[in-house]
């Protein structure tokens, strides 16, 4: 039977271009017939049944805006049972036949368990830290990417004038996708990520001394949130090199701001595939970007999937940052 309506909610760690998501899904819904409640403040609002019918205008002026006009949340209830019964009863009394999760892996993982108690889901990836293993690509990765290398840039602009090393840590949370695809755009000396072991003389002293050897002004260094250990790192290459060393971490700023062309037309398809999966009776699906083509696979499976090793891009970086 056609859904006749359905919730959506942004959930987890906030990314530019949710909103472009959030405005796809209700579009695409009025155009097939479908009343869109748009949820406040992800799985929390869910349980409280903080619900509001959106129409197209409630969704006007939003594509260009970072963050999420629907609010989002951590909602550590949403992981017990007795609280998604709650929710689940919320649902009812809207009518709420299917959800749109947008959100990150965490988000899919709440997603997964309200399926199980028998809520028809479509989850939608988004999180600046790109680390959901199903999808090539998360909505807001590329605003964050961009956002995080003019900070590097500028960043080096300095070392480069005071002959200065510049560490800078990026986001990514356990991930190092910032790290590495910013190392490389921004030309660092090293990049250091959890997902691999480093031997800080080999790979951070020797390609310092070594380029400075041979009359590199500044040196940058970019370090992933994940690793931990960033103002030590700092501090012990300034006490090795003998060459000051100073320490910048980008933090939130990483989060905002107006949506990259990328991130907003990512988020509208990946908005408007998942009302036309759900209008193809498909249920229980992660709305994913593989091969350059946005397409729908089951959530379960979607989740199992491991991350591609980042040995290649590593080395490509060494060998660039001569
Ligand atoms: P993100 O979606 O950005 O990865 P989180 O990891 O914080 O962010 O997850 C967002 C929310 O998803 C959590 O606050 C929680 O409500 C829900 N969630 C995460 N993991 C689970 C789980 N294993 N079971 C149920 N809900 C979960």
Not at 43 to 58: C, P, W
Not at 66 to 85: C, H, I, N, Q
Not at 300 to 313: I, N, R, T, V
């Amino acid at each position: 039977m056609k859904i006749k309506t359905i919730g959506v909610l942004t959930s987890g760690g906030d990314a530019p271009g949710m909103n472009a998501a959030i405005r796809a899904v209700v579009r695409t819904g009025i155009e097939d017939g479908i009343t869109t409640y748009g949820i406040s403040r992800g799985y929390e609002g869910l349980i409280n049944g903080e619900f509001e019918k959106l129409n197209a205008r409630s969704v006007s002026g939003i594509l260009q805006r970072g963050g999420t006009v629907l609010k989002t949340a951590r909602s550590d209830r949403f992981k017990e049972k007795e609280y998604r019964d709650r929710a689940m009863k919320m649902c009812s009394v809207f009518g709420i036949e299917a959800l749109v999760v947008i959100g990150g892996d965490g988000s899919f993982r709440g997603a997964l368990d309200f399926l199980r108690e028998g809520m028809k889901c479509i989850v939608i990836p988004a999180t600046i830290d790109n680390d959901i293993s199903c999808s090539e690509y998360c909505i807001g990765y590329d605003t964050a990417l961009n956002t995080a290398l003019s900070a590097i840039d500028k960043l080096r602009d300095t070392a480069y004038s005071h002959e200065r090393v510049t560490v800078i840590e990026v986001m990514g949370r356990h991930a190092g996708y910032i790290a590495i695809n910013d190392g490389i755009a921004g030309g660092a000396d090293a990049i250091v990520i959890p997902e691999m072991e480093y031997n800080f003389q080999h790979d951070i002293i020797k390609p310092i001394m070594e380029g400075r050897n041979r009359g590199k002004r500044d040196h940058c260094i970019v370090i992933a949130e994940g690793v931990g250990d960033t103002v030590n790192i700092a501090k012990e290459i300034e006490n090795t090199t003998g060459i000051r060393t100073v320490c910048t971490i980008l933090g939130y700023i990483q989060r905002g701001g107006s949506p990259m062309a990328r991130d907003r037309v990512v988020a509208s398809k990946m908005g408007f595939k998942a009302v036309e999966v759900l209008n193809e009776g498909r249920f229980n699906r992660a709305i994913c970007q593989r091969d350059n083509k946005i397409v729908d696979i089951d959530i379960e499976e979607a989740l199992k999937m491991e991350k591609a090793s980042f040995d290649y891009d590593m080395n490509l970086a060494r060998v660039l940052a001569m």
